[in-house]
């Protein structure tokens, strides 16, 4: 229990600072891996998401 409230405060921290989420930093690290070859789809897919 105490290491979730440790990572929620870590991941309020880093969407403060960044002014991003946590899930759009790891989304934007992924398109940036990999340049031109992720759809809206993939990345969905990747997250466990599906576009609308």
Not at 31 to 40: A, V
Request: charged letters at 25%; zero cysteines; proline letters at 4%.
């Amino acid at each position: 229990m105490e290491l979730k409230r440790e990572l929620e405060k870590a991941a309020t921290r880093f969407q403060r600072t960044m002014g991003i989420s946590v899930d759009q930093y790891a989304i934007l690290h992924n398109i940036l891996e990999n340049p031109g070859k992720l759809t809206s789809a993939t990345v969905a897919d990747s997250r466990g998401e599906f576009p609308n």
